[in-house]
């Protein structure tokens, strides 16, 4: 009995750790790392550990796949208006905050 609750627990510690190394998490280290804190505290971590390695951060774009998919995908011609626009409303708000840091 003791060696079967034993090989469940240790099942379920590295189940959130295997699953972020096969999905290419880049957190799948700190994944594991919460998956035994998690199993260790009672399990009431473990499903946050879990849900985490289903997870898939966002590009940044010091990743370098933001940059890739900006140029496989050009905005269309609403988007590069309203990217127009909103480089407009940047450049008014940025002169306003010029002309408060002049005072």
């Known amino acids: 009995m003791l060696a079967a609750v034993v090989i469940v627990v240790v099942t ?3 189940l959130p750790g295997q699953i972020a190394r096969k ?3 880049p957190q799948a280290a700190a994944i594991n790392v919460a998956s035994w ?3 260790a505290m009672g399990g ?3 499903p946050f550990a879990l849900i985490w390695a289903f997870l898939k951060p966002l590009p940044t774009a010091a990743s370098g796949e933001d940059s890739t998919r900006e140029s ?3 905005l269309s011609a609403d988007g590069q208006a309203q990217l ?3 480089q407009t409303q ?3 708000l940025q002169a ?3 002309k408060l840091d002049a005072k």
């Open 12 to 14: 379920l510690g590295q």
């Open 23 to 25: 999905r290419n998490h």
């Open 37 to 39: 804190l998690g199993i």
């Open 44 to 46: 009431i971590l473990w």
């Open 72 to 74: 496989s995908s050009p």
């Open 84 to 86: 127009a626009k909103m």
């Open 90 to 92: 940047v450049d008014s």
């Open 96 to 98: 306003a905050l010029n």
